[in-house]
């Protein structure tokens, strides 16, 4: 079998940079791609014959570990593997997302993390008739345009493009604000008022290192969106059904008035979804004017594989099995790294019942198991490129 080297040769003459990712090329660890051949449980080996315990789980959609879910997806692929018409399967995993998610009446499936931000932001847009988006610095909602977006020379004016490619026009649209800083959004409203139709959020930043809401910013931007007539998007791409199986908006008890979800609801499979209030869902082609379609949204295996996984991780006592197990890769990773001599961080999402005073947070859903946490490698503590054991 072909090594991770000549592979590597041979995609670098064919695939920009060699991936079909750029986090997948390792340059941000100084080293260069192992190719894997496969994956069982914890482990991936790769075509070199060396085995790894996977800290990254595809960067986040596979909780339950490698093959949790391979039955359900064998069982799909003997009826077929896409029709270009609705099948069962959708509803129930539209019916199981609206059940966990409590802001979300209606939703629609996608293929990706990206097709959902893409998408919530059009609708909001619309429905609004307001053009202006808030993001946040240090957090990533996928790599449409008007995401790739840095803060411009002043806070409260419109962003210049991160990207060669994205439009100046489309970066004045973005303003970005400071997370865990409601005044800097405060300011951003009042200097762009009624212009702003949406407020996109990751309720758990997960993109630079892992930075948890200070307590009342979720809230907080909440009241703000509301007063100011703008939509409050949760963007849980990461932390629904991860952090907590309600997402973060089941813990933190703040509602969204539409959500973003990708990765997991698709248990390895490409998925992605987004939802809110049905009077703002109502507005999406076919019921109404906002334009969007994928030939394979709400792809059957992939339907499958998100429906297996969301039945596994609703068994009580995963998200407490998932916490400990998230302690002890911390702890493990934080000696390790020690006795290495090698600066890291390891950032935990508090659980809510094994950290001390949690369980009493405000929206908190008892009994339905809706706990979680989420182990973090990054380079420096809240600012580092993530090296490893979360989802990004
Ligand atoms: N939102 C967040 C918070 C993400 O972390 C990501 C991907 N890491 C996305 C959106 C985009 O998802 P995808 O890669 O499936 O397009």
Known sequence: MASS?????????????????????????????????????????????????????????????HGAVADAIRAAVGDGTSFGAPTEGEVELAETLAAALPSLEMVRLVSSGTEATMSALRVARACTGRWKVIKFAGGYHGHADAFLVQAGSGALTGGVPSSPGVPPGVAADTLVCRYNDLESVEAALHANAGLVGAIFVEP???????????????????????????????????????????GA??????????????????????????????????????????????????????????LATLERLRAPGTYEQLARLGEQAARLLRQTAERAGVACSVGLHAHPVLSSGGATRPGWRAGGGYRGIRPVLSRDAGSGSLLAAGPV
């Open 5 to 65: 080297e000549s592979l590597m040769r041979r995609a670098l003459a064919r695939i920009p940079g060699g991936v079909n990712s750029p986090v997948r090329s390792f340059i941000a660890v100084g080293a260069s791609p192992r190719f894997i051949r496969r994956a069982e449980g914890a482990h991936l080996l790769d075509v070199d014959g060396r085995r790894y315990v996977d800290l990254c789980m595809s960067w986040g959609p596979l909780p339950l570990g």
């Open 204 to 246: 758990v930043a997960g993109n630079m290192g892992l930075i948890p809401p200070v307590p009342g910013f979720l809230q907080g931007l909440r009241r703000l969106a509301a007063a100011h007539g703008a939509l409050l998007v949760f963007d849980e791409v990461v932390t629904g059904f991860r952090v907590a199986y309600g």
């Open 249 to 306: 908006q089941g813990l933190y008890g703040v509602l969204p008035d539409l959500t973003c979800l990708g990765k997991i609801i698709g248990g390895g499979l490409p998925v992605g979804a987004y939802g809110g209030r049905a009077e703002l869902m109502r507005h999406v082609a076919p019921a109404g004017p906002v334009y969007q379609a994928g030939t394979l949204s709400g792809n059957p295996l992939a339907v499958a594989a998100g």
